[in-house]
Antibody, heavy 117, light 107 residues
Framework: QVNLLQSGAALVKPGASVKLSCKAS????????IHWVKQSHGKSLEWIGY????????NYNEKFKSKATLTVDKSTNTAYMELSRLTSEDSATYYC??????????WGQGASVTVSS | DIQMTQSPSFLSASVGDRVTINCKAS??????LNWYQQKLGEAPKLLIY???NLQTGIPSRFSGSGSGTDYTLTISSLQPEDVATYFC?????????FGGGTKLELK
């Protein structure tokens, strides 16, 4: 069955970076785009952007263009999102999700990022 | 960016009730509208895609409708396991945007 397994919770200091991972299994990794979504505590969802695992092409929400960097490692079926220059506003749960035909149909379990000194 | 206005924000209903949740887009989204269910502590789960297509494995009491700027998720007969927060998502144009969510509780 389709599974997206994300890395665990992270506690990071302001100004630092963090790299989240999302390991896909149960389907052909290069057949679906990987999207990332942010959910601030108790609030709604924000679309960060996506990556095409086959070509490496990325597309970002303008709001996250200088914050997030999406990459993949096809050899391990893993997608990554690096968040840089972290502030308290970046404290949230981040989800990876696969999309076929622009429909996000399977989601990782989420990774909590807490930015605190 | 397309704004998605979801209503109501909070909804209390009884088992067996018919429940409707609405999303209004700030411009025509050509039926590129999905609905997700998120239970406490879990990831969102796809219920309906492209306005009215039921995702595999989702009970038939869930349905979607709409066109243009106005869309609706309907639960025909509310069950206890439907307690959750529901979100709409437009994927008509980037950046994709979500509604603010509807928290559904049992009366």
């Amino acid at each position: 069955q389709v599974n997206l397994l994300q890395s665990g919770a992270a506690l990071v200091k302001p100004g630092a970076s963090v790299k989240l991972s999302c390991k896909a299994s149960g389907y052909t990794f290069t057949d679906y785009y990987i999207h990332w979504v942010k959910q601030s505590h108790g609030k709604s969802l924000e679309w960060i952007g996506y990556i095409n695992p086959n070509s490496g092409y990325t597309n970002y929400n303008e709001k996250f263009k200088s914050k997030a960097t999406l990459t993949v490692d096809k050899s391990t079926n893993t997608a990554y999102m690096e968040l840089s220059r972290l502030t308290s506003e970046d404290s949230a749960t981040y989800y990876c999700t696969r999309a076929g035909g622009r429909v996000m149909d399977a989601w990782g379990q989420g990774a909590s990022v807490t930015v605190s000194s | 960016d397309i704004q998605m206005t979801q209503s109501p924000s909070f909804l209390s209903a009884s088992v067996g009730d018919r429940v409707t949740i609405n999303c209004k887009a700030s411009q025509n989204i050509n039926k590129y509208l999905n609905w997700y269910q998120q239970k406490l502590g879990e990831a969102p789960k796809l219920l309906i895609y492209n306005t009215n297509n039921l995702q595999t494995g989702i009970p038939s009491r869930f349905s979607g409708s709409g066109s243009g700027t106005d869309y609706t998720l309907t639960i025909s007969s509310l069950q206890p396991e439907d307690v959750a927060t529901y979100f709409c998502l437009q994927h008509s144009s980037r950046p994709w945007t979500f509604g603010g969510g509807t928290k559904l509780e049992l009366k």
